[in-house]
T-cell receptor, first 110, second 115 residues
Framework: KQEVTQIPAALSVPEGENLVLNCSFTDSAIYNLQWFRQDPGKGLTSLLLIQSSQREQTSGRLNASLDKSSGRSTLYIAASQPGDSATYLCAVTPDYKLSFGAGTTVTVRA | KAGVTQTPRYLIKTRGQQVTLSCSPISGHRSVSWYQQTPGQGLQFLFEYFSETQRNKGNFPGRFSGRQFSNSRSEMNVSTLELGDSALYLC??????????????FGNGTRLTVT
């Protein structure tokens, strides 16, 4: 069974600092990995999708890397802003289902 | 383009009752998947529908069921409600089945409270 772990569970940084969020998974046989953002009481917003054949994806200030062999992905958010405060979740697709991590709750202090 | 719409936003039910939740996907999306989110278990996959057919199902009891209509709208039904069914239920739509190549678009969820 695929286990997805996100450490730390919570993170607080001052505005302007770069954010590094980690995601690890136990089974490297995945089709893709996605990073999502969730604001309180809301649904999830897709941030980046990395296919299993790719090593990284970039969108604006966001960059995500994928190392299938070690079962790890890292989401980098450059020059954090208070608006980046949210819970960030990663999810992998080992088959026709999504397995989610528990998320990292980020607070960016102004 | 309108996003994914879930109704109702909030629901309070009593143990033993049944409930039906609705999800309207983004226009043109034929895949709809459902998820349960709780503080203890996190986000868990319930099932996915594509072109009116259930393609995949998560590890939930048979009390959880769903269906998809020809216009891609989907409903989820939970029968004989238990206290542990209290959760945020999210649906997501995608242009492709199986979560492979296209991002998921989520609704804001239905908050179900079972008393």
């Amino acid at each position: 069974k695929q286990e997805v772990t996100q450490i730390p569970a919570a993170l607080s940084v001052p505005e302007g600092e770069n954010l590094v969020l980690n995601c690890s998974f136990t089974d490297s046989a995945i089709y893709n990995l996605q990073w999502f953002r969730q604001d309180p009481g809301k649904g999830l917003t897709s941030l980046l999708l990395i296919q299993s054949s790719q090593r990284e994806q970039t969108s604006g200030r966001l960059n995500a890397s994928l190392d299938k062999s070690s079962g790890r992905s890292t989401l980098y958010i450059a020059a954090s802003q208070p608006g980046d405060s949210a819970t960030y979740l990663c999810a992998v697709t080992p088959d026709y289902k999504l397995s989610f991590g528990a998320g990292t709750t980020v607070t960016v202090r102004a | 383009k309108a996003g994914v719409t879930q109704t109702p936003r909030y629901l309070i039910k009593t143990r033993g009752q049944q409930v039906t939740l609705s999800c309207s996907p983004i226009s043109g999306h034929r895949s709809v998947s459902w998820y349960q989110q709780t503080p203890g278990q996190g986000l868990q996959f319930l099932f996915e529908y594509f072109s009116e057919t259930q393609r995949n199902k998560g590890n939930f009891p048979g009390r959880f069921s769903g269906r998809q209509f020809s216009n891609s709208r989907s409903e989820m039904n939970v029968s004989t409600l238990e206290l542990g069914d209290s959760a945020l239920y999210l649906c997501a739509s995608s242009g492709q089945a199986g979560h492979f190549n296209s991002p998921l678009h989520f609704g804001n969820g239905t908050r179900l409270t079972v008393t």
